[in-house]
């Protein structure tokens, strides 16, 4: 039987615990908000705005046609009512709103750098958040594996940009797999109105082409694919044993195998290639961001180029 004395200090020590990780939660968040938002507000902020400005247009009202107005914007009703052409006049929606797509999938834990390729992802997504706010725009999250793991509502504010930050340094999903797909459709389905949406992931995954397809046709979509340099080429080091970041499955490999070596390249590249693929044919966008590497100038030039 425990005693109550003991029962009460490993309670004491369960909080002690618990304020410790929440105070290093709290310090991690700090530091990345101290360096993302740095970037969104010197960097950022008027590439993001000047990007994707004007992506949306809603009907304001109808007026008298004017010379030199674009005769697809008659109003073929009214006009019709009041027997002399009016047009329908569109303004832009100020406000947009941005959708956060992360894979927290098993093989998102990988680094042999100096970040793990979810640390580099954390920072990527904190940093195109703070851009959005700055345009008062608002900014939802999706997290998935296999399944739809976490769903925040799309909010305005520094605050919601926090707890997006917390979600993406602290959470852990109950699978280790990637169902792209799954992710798409449900993000499809709860965003009824045009969006930006970011998908960050390694995409080592494919069976997504006629979905991102579908997808395209109503959002704005861009692909940031992050990965580390060691994923590209298994290095010779002889008989290895390895295990599957998705499934767990151990496996003895043998990588002074020339063969080996080429068909894991092969496979590699054949998602990379799929990848590129499914998105620029869907019409949507596609970064490649190496952990190693400045995501900041990889950015920078993919807003430049569509801005």
Same mark, same amino acid.
């Given at each position: 039987?425990? %005693? $109550?004395?003991?029962?009460?200090?490993?309670?004491?020590?369960?909080?002690?615990?618990?304020?410790?990780?929440?105070?290093?939660?709290?310090?991690?968040?700090?530091?990345?908000?101290?360096?993302?938002?740095?970037?969104?507000?010197?960097?950022?902020?008027?590439?993001?705005?000047?990007?994707?400005? &004007? !992506?949306?247009?809603?009907?304001?009202?109808? !007026?008298?046609?004017?010379?030199?107005?674009?005769? !697809?914007?008659?109003?073929?009703?009214?006009?019709?009512?009041? %027997?002399?052409?009016?047009?329908?006049?569109?303004?832009?929606?100020?406000?947009?709103?941005?959708?956060?797509?992360? /894979?927290?999938?098993?093989?998102?834990?990988?680094?042999?750098?100096?970040?793990?390729?979810?640390?580099?992802?954390?920072?990527?997504?904190?940093?195109?958040?703070?851009?959005?706010?700055?345009?008062?725009?608002?900014?939802?999250?999706?997290?998935?594996? /296999?399944?739809?793991?976490?769903?925040? $509502?799309?909010?305005?504010?520094?605050?919601?940009?926090?707890?997006?930050?917390?979600?993406?340094?602290?959470?852990?999903?109950?699978?280790?797999?990637?169902?792209?797909?799954?992710?798409?459709?449900?993000?499809?389905?709860?965003?009824?109105?045009?969006?930006?949406?970011?998908?960050?992931?390694?995409?080592?995954?494919?069976?997504?082409?006629?979905?991102?397809?579908?997808?395209?046709?109503?959002?704005?979509?861009?692909?940031?694919?992050?990965?580390?340099?060691?994923?590209?080429?298994? $290095?010779?080091?002889?008989?290895?044993?390895?295990? /599957?970041?998705?499934? &767990?499955?151990?496996?003895?490999?043998?990588?002074?195998?020339?063969?080996?070596?080429?068909?894991? !390249?092969?496979?590699?590249?054949?998602?990379?290639?799929?990848?590129?693929?499914?998105?620029?044919?869907? &019409?949507?966008?596609?970064?490649?961001?190496?952990? /190693?590497?400045?995501?900041?100038?990889?950015?920078?030039?993919?807003?430049?180029?569509?801005?």
């Amino acid at each position: 039987m425990i %005693s $109550p004395t003991r029962e009460i200090v490993n309670q004491k020590s369960t909080i002690v615990n618990q304020k410790m990780d929440t105070k290093e939660l709290l310090k991690k968040v700090r530091k990345i908000e101290i360096k993302t938002r740095r970037l969104s507000d010197h960097i950022f902020g008027g590439e993001y705005h000047s990007t994707f400005k &004007g !992506r949306g247009m809603t009907f304001s009202e109808v !007026r008298q046609y004017q010379f030199g107005d674009d005769v !697809r914007n008659i109003d073929w009703n009214v006009t019709a009512r009041y %027997s002399e052409p009016f047009v329908k006049v569109f303004e832009e929606e100020r406000e947009l709103t941005m959708m956060l797509m992360v /894979d927290v999938s098993g093989s998102e834990l990988f680094g042999t750098e100096q970040q793990f390729k979810n640390e580099v992802v954390t920072e990527i997504a904190a940093t195109l958040a703070f851009s959005a706010t700055q345009n008062n725009d608002k900014i939802g999250l999706i997290l998935f594996s /296999d399944k739809v793991e976490l769903y925040i $509502p799309p909010k305005k504010g520094r605050s919601h940009v926090l707890r997006i930050i917390r979600e993406l340094i602290e959470f852990k999903p109950e699978s280790k797999q990637t169902n792209l797909v799954e992710a798409l459709k449900f993000m499809q389905n709860v965003m009824k109105k045009k969006a930006i949406v970011f998908v960050l992931s390694d995409f080592i995954v494919d069976d997504y082409h006629h979905t991102m397809k579908i997808v395209s046709r109503k959002h704005d979509v861009t692909g940031i694919r992050v990965y580390d340099k060691r994923e590209e080429n298994i $290095p010779n080091l002889g008989m290895v044993q390895m295990q /599957d970041g998705e499934t &767990g499955e151990l496996m003895l490999v043998n990588t002074s195998s020339k063969k080996v070596r080429l068909n894991y !390249r092969k496979f590699y590249y054949q998602k990379v290639d799929y990848y590129k693929e499914s998105f620029t044919k869907s &019409g949507a966008g596609a970064i490649d961001c190496r952990v /190693d590497e400045s995501y900041v100038k990889k950015l920078l030039g993919y807003f430049k180029r569509r801005g």
